[in-house]
């Protein structure tokens, strides 16, 4: 695939957003104008990376050039070829950058997220996975630099989670994680089973981007919010204020709690954060029907045989079911090296939507 036209095309889109972005008109209007700032951030990365794409090209045929000219078995020879193959990699890599940049944006891909992690079918086991689930989405994020803050958690009786919810916050935090929306499955000996025998257990985990202000609006009067005593381990003062939130939104039904902060108004802030980002998901899903349904079929509810993925712990192994990926690396996946997971998805998706993509063009 020749890139040559889209880079100019990009080149061509980039001098006419920052046009817009000097109009006077356009900086009354601060939506239109952050929404032109980030195409215009995205448009002189791909243009950047036309430029490398078109120098690495010009590269390549210097040396295969050079290559046709010299003996076959001369040192120059294999050296020159070692320079192609490096170069060929990297212009692999590029094409596939602006391969990306050829495809519309998801609007959300650069929002910070609500993680919603259920433990599923498997009891205690699937309360304790649900822990492991948490502490490795938190260890990726601190590799990555993100923040996270805890909104909501039921913990077990044995040190796991019936329930957790947190915010990640931090650059295109929604584009990496949004392929961890479904089952997640468990085989291991669990620590309550005295004979030895593996177990199946699972957990759900719900990727919500979150909502800014302006895509959501929420009257007061549609707020039911009660305050209680927070319970549960968190110092001295924690069961002595009213600190505790909870906020029903009367239009929908959804309850969201928040007992995280000692701050009452901190806990409320945090609640209507998570009711934003629920209240989008239900706005994007009413407005696309495929999305809903793929969301419907990502997210299931918890049975054994619904999985996107399964860490088998006798064989160190983890099972990503859509790409039939695995990998034998299960101790460093659970400690938040996710990578090697997340890169196969979205370099899957790209190419599922750069296919979609070319059929609809013009011949």
């Given at each position: 695939m020749d890139m040559k036209p889209y880079i100019e095309r990009f080149r061509q889109r980039l001098a006419e957003v920052e046009t817009a972005l000097g109009n006077p008109a356009v900086a009354a209007q601060p939506a239109r104008l952050q929404e032109l700032g980030r195409e215009y951030a995205r448009l002189k990365e791909l243009v950047s990376i036309g430029d490398a794409y078109l120098r690495t090209e010009q590269e390549l045929a210097r040396n295969r050039e050079l290559l046709a000219a010299e003996p076959a078995h001369?040192?120059?020879?294999?050296?020159?070829?070692?320079?192609?193959?490096?170069?060929?990699?990297?212009?692999?890599?590029?094409?596939?950058?602006?391969?990306?940049?050829?495809?519309?944006?998801?609007?959300?891909?650069?929002?910070?997220?609500?993680?919603?992690?259920?433990?599923?079918?498997?009891?205690?086991?699937?309360?304790?996975f649900a822990a492991d689930l948490f502490r490795m989405y938190n260890r990726y994020a601190e590799a990555r630099g993100w923040k996270t803050e805890t909104i909501d958690a039921s913990p077990s009786d044995l040190g796991g989670f019936k329930e957790v919810i947190f915010l990640i916050s931090g650059p295109d935090v929604y584009q990496r994680l949004k392929y961890e929306?479904?089952?997640?499955?468990?085989?291991?000996?669990?620590?309550?089973?005295?004979?030895?025998r593996i177990h199946t257990s699972t957990c759900t985990v719900a990727v919500l981007p979150e909502a800014e202000e302006v895509d959501v609006e929420i009257k007061p009067d549609e707020l039911e919010i009660t305050v209680s005593r927070a319970s549960g381990p968190g110092g001295q003062g924690v069961n002595t204020t009213d600190s505790a939130v909870q906020i029903l939104h009367k239009p929908t039904g959804m309850i969201v709690r928040c007992a995280d902060e000692r701050s009452q108004q901190k806990n409320?802030?945090?609640?209507?954060?998570v009711l934003r980002a629920r209240l989008l998901e239900a706005k994007?899903?009413?407005?696309?029907?495929?999305?809903?349904?793929?969301?419907?079929?990502?997210?299931?509810?918890?049975?054994?045989?619904?999985?996107?993925?399964?860490?088998?712990?006798?064989?160190?192994?983890?099972?990503?079911?859509?790409?039939e990926l695995t990998l034998y690396n299960l101790g460093a996946v659970l400690d938040g090296e996710l990578d090697p997971l997340i890169e196969p998805l979205i370099a899957h998706d790209l190419a599922r939507r750069l296919q979609e993509w070319i059929r609809t063009q013009p011949a």
């Open positions: 001369s040192e120059l020879a294999g050296l020159i070829r070692e320079e192609i193959t490096r170069g060929e990699v990297e212009l692999d890599r590029l094409t596939r950058e602006l391969q990306r940049g050829l495809l519309p944006p998801d609007p959300a891909d650069h929002r910070n997220i609500v993680m919603e992690i259920r433990a599923g079918a498997g009891g205690q086991e699937a309360a304790l929306s479904g089952v997640h499955r468990v085989q291991r000996v669990p620590v309550t089973e005295a004979q030895g409320k802030a945090k609640a209507l954060r994007r899903a009413e407005e696309n029907a495929k999305y809903a349904a793929q969301r419907r079929a990502q997210v299931g509810t918890g049975e054994r045989n619904e999985r996107i993925r399964t860490y088998n712990f006798p064989q160190n192994r983890v099972t990503d079911h859509r790409i």
